[in-house]
């Protein structure tokens, strides 16, 4: 990606971000008249409310516009990366996981909406795997107002292997669940593993079979690495990782200066999934056979 593309891509950037920025001043200065206007003439309530409905048009308009030029810049050098990294790999913008293999997957609780984009599909080292941003959303309403919270932003992690576990088992901090349709909480031997993770399963004694002492150590690593925002899945014959990063994980970012330093960051991003692999051993016989 060379400078010329840089400078296209962060001139149609600002342009979007300053129509954004009038759109939302022209709206805050409409809402401050509302009353004064009201007290006035009817044009003059008329004009504040067209120019309250354009300023929230024009917002959205180029805040949509913003999103797909992100998109835009993602399909063409996002995707050049992804394929250095990871030869063969599917990379779908606008695609994601479907919402009810997530909730299955039990690494995330259920909420009121749900998006996901970013969906990679591949596969490394003889492991399938696929990943994707999801957002989860809580809409909490008062009676008299409505607020939109968001519970996760960040990305999940599946990968798929060739036999399926002896146990189903969800590993996540403890705060997450009280009570996990009828699973046994199981405590293991090692007390700092059991403070800072909580651990459920269908069948507790199989459940050792792939919580070795020497495993639950790299998943307390990664317990640690992201600082206590990470819940793992074993279910049937998947993994499934979940980390709650607070960010869309490739998306331009408004107000964030566009320069070349953004390929380095894309291919920082995408190790993860080798990392997964190389810390966790995913490779080997435990999971494969």
């Known amino acids: 990606m060379d400078k010329k593309t840089i400078e296209y891509y962060q001139q149609k950037k600002s342009n979007y971000e300053f129509s954004a920025i009038m759109g939302y001043v022209i ?59 990871y030869p063969g790999c599917k990379y779908e913008v606008e695609k994601g996981f479907d919402k009810e293999e997530i909730y299955n997957s039990k690494v995330l609780s259920k909420q009121d909406r749900y998006f996901s984009e970013d969906l990679m599909t591949g596969e490394y080292e ?9 957002k989860l ?3 909490r309403s008062t009676g008299k107002s409505t607020t939109v919270v968001t519970v996760f932003l960040g990305r999940v992690y599946k990968f798929e292997f060739n036999k399926r576990f002896k146990s189903n088992i969800i590993i996540n901090q403890p ?29 507790e004694h199989e459940a050792f079979y792939i919580l070795t002492p020497h495993f639950m150590e790299k998943l307390y690593e990664l317990d640690r690495k992201y600082q206590d925002r990470i819940t793992f899945s074993f279910i049937n014959n ?17 107000f964030r200066e566009l320069d070349i330093s953004i390929i380095k960051k894309y291919r920082n991003q995408l190790t993860d999934i080798k990392d997964f692999v190389h810390h966790l051993n995913l490779e080997q016989t435990l999971f494969v056979d």
């Open 27 to 85: 709206t805050g200065i409409c809402f401050v008249m509302w009353i004064p206007a009201g007290m006035g003439s009817p044009s003059l309530l008329i004009f504040v409310a067209l120019g309250f409905i354009g300023g929230i048009v024009l917002a959205g308009f180029s805040t949509n516009n913003f999103k797909k030029l992100s998109n835009e810049f993602k399909a063409k050098y996002l995707a050049e990366e992804i394929q250095k990294i």
């Open 126 to 134: 003889g492991v399938k795997f696929q990943a994707a941003d999801v």
């Open 137 to 139: 959303q809580d809409v």
């Open 175 to 203: 705060s997450f669940f009280n009570k996990l349709f009828g699973w046994n909480r199981i405590k293991t031997e090692s007390v700092k593993f059991n403070s800072e993770l909580s651990v459920y399963s269908d069948n």
């Open 238 to 254: 998947h993994l499934y990782i979940a980390i709650n990063t607070k960010e869309d994980t490739f998306d331009l970012k408004m």
